[in-house]
């Protein structure tokens, strides 16, 4: 689907959150000279689901074009898409893909984003971050996820989350009534902020890497979070 973010003002954007991070170190000092519209590739996968009939949910078009201005792999998909996903993620960190894992998802898309954590947990797989944006009816957290972020309008569309039994990292739930409602909070420029801050400090800021895949019986599964 083609991105609703229009260059100019996705190069504007990238501009003013370059300069952001420049000013407060983030980028290492040999990126002081680099031109602010290619900024240094940085570790992660970003996973952001759209919501119900994959229209409704476009604010993960902008997020995704947003984390990709500061270097960050990153692609907005359909919620129903949510498993065949999680056996390509299966697949690459058993092949040796260590990079974080951040899901990002918007109604349905919310939903699915911790039923996606679920899977991946049943294989082993750690998740360094998910951020919503006023899930429905969201599963509890699994325990291999690091961290959660919630923002969410206390209607008859949006729910907090709740951990799970052996869940052990960090939850938000962040009740964003009276400045957004369930159709419009997926396109904050102000929540997008947030979650890209989020988002730099799971993946370190650091360069790409992976792992040499290891052969088939000597591969081993992460302890979950």
């Known amino acids: 689907m083609p991105t609703i973010f229009p260059p100019a003002r996705r190069g504007l954007w990238a501009a003013m959150v370059s300069l952001t991070l420049l000013a407060t170190g983030t980028f290492p000092s040999s990126s002081a000279n680099a031109h602010i519209s290619a900024p240094q590739h940085r570790p992660g996968h970003v996973y952001l689901m759209r919501g119900l009939f994959n229209v409704f949910s476009l604010g993960m078009d902008e997020l ?3 984390l990709q201005a500061v270097g960050v792999s990153a692609e907005a998909i359909s919620y129903t898409s949510w ?3 999680g056996d390509s993620i299966i697949a690459r960190y058993r092949a040796g893909d260590r990079e974080p894992i951040i899901l990002m998802g918007h109604s349905y898309g919310a939903d699915t984003t911790i039923s996606l954590a679920r899977k991946l947990n049943d294989n082993k ?3 360094a971050l998910i951020v919503n944006f006023d899930p429905t009816s969201p599963d509890l957290v699994p325990p291999n996820v ?3 972020i919630n923002f969410y309008v206390p209607t008859a569309w949006g729910r907090p989350v ?3 039994k052996q869940f052990r990292g960090s939850l938000s739930n962040l009740n964003e ?3 957004y409602n369930h159709f419009v909070i997926d396109k904050a420029d102000g929540l997008h902020r947030k979650a890209i801050a989020a988002v730099l400090q799971a993946v ?6 992976v792992k040499r895949p290891a ?4 591969v081993s599964a992460a302890p979950a979070q």
């Open 64 to 66: 995704a074009t947003k």
């Open 83 to 85: 498993s065949s996903l």
């Open 125 to 127: 797989v750690p998740v």
């Open 146 to 148: 690091r961290r959660i």
């Open 162 to 164: 709740e951990a799970g």
């Open 177 to 179: 009534s009276g400045q």
């Open 204 to 209: 370190g800021g650091g360069a790409h890497r």
């Open 215 to 218: 052969k088939p019986d000597q």
